[in-house]
């Protein structure tokens, strides 16, 4: 476990930004919003540090509202994982829209995408999250 320091708030707010930009991209209809949140959130799955919306609640908006929470120790691969997984159902379905293939499922994939960051964002529950856990418990037997 390669444990880093996180905010509650800051990570709910980086999920909720995320779901809400697809969301919006989805009822757009702008392939070039999924594609530039995809790549965005890829980024942001090599390291917290990289995660741009994460570090401007963090920076910026925590010290606005003065929100005091305390870090909370998480695993940076699960951040990781959920962040790639994100970037994926974010990037498949640009490839989708670059070939002109099965854009039908492509708008599949950015809702559902859209929908379990908002659920992660809102509730707190990460689904990646949730199968990292289930997976690393499982390899750990």
Known sequence: MNPCLTYNSSL???????????????????EALVL??????AVAAISLKHNIVY?????????FFKT??????KDSAELSLACGIGA????IPSMLFAFDKWVGLAWAMV???????LLAGIT???VASIMYATLK???KK
């Not at 530039?36 to 959130?41: A, T, W």
């Open 111 to 117: 809702l559902l995408s859209s929908f379990l960051m």
């Open 55 to 63: 570090q401007f609640h963090f920076l910026v908006l925590r010290k």
């Open 124 to 126: 707190g529950a990460c």
């Open 36 to 41: 530039v949140l995809g790549v965005i959130m």
């Open 88 to 91: 994926s159902f974010l990037l």
């Open 12 to 30: 709910r707010f980086a999920r909720s930004f995320f779901g809400v930009v697809a969301l919006l991209a989805y009822f757009l209809q702008s």
């Open 68 to 73: 005091k929470d305390e870090p909370v120790a």
């Open 137 to 139: 418990k499982a390899l």
